[in-house]
């Protein structure tokens, strides 16, 4: 069992900055690869950017790929997404997932077992 508790989002003007923090409890934190994933209106969820346990090889959808950024902080069982150079086609409903690491595979929404109940980011113009 893992719980997920997403936070940090908003209202953000175009070419803003956002952080968001995903809290994950209830398991080992370090034996679970974490992932951000997000959904527009009328859209799929598709995934943002997932993080392994150690930290290494991040993955990052092309469309965010050089804006945003994923962190993870063992210590503090939090996983961050740094938000840069935000644009009105990021806004969507934010959520954090995570896998158990030694299955962890792709960052796909349909390979995390468990998920938070997400955080809206709104973009203006």
């Known amino acids: 069992e893992v719980q997920l508790v997403e936070s940090g989002g908003g209202l953000v003007q175009a070419g803003g900055s956002l952080r968001l923090s995903c809290a994950v409890s209830g398991s080992r934190f370090d034996e679970y690869a974490i992932g951000w994933f997000r959904q527009a209106p009328g859209k799929e969820r598709e995934g943002v950017s997932c993080i392994s346990s150690s930290g290494g090889r991040p993955y990052y959808a092309d469309s965010v790929k050089g804006r945003f950024t994923i962190s993870r902080d063992n210590a503090k069982n939090t996983v961050y997404l740094q938000m840069n150079s935000v644009k009105p086609e990021d806004t969507a409903v934010y959520y954090c997932?995570?896998?158990?690491?030694?299955?962890?595979?792709?960052?796909?929404?349909?390979?995390?077992?468990?998920w938070g109940k997400g955080t809206l980011v709104t973009v203006s113009s």
């Open positions: 997932a995570a896998d158990w690491v030694q299955t962890f595979r792709t960052c796909a929404p349909g390979r995390m077992d468990y």
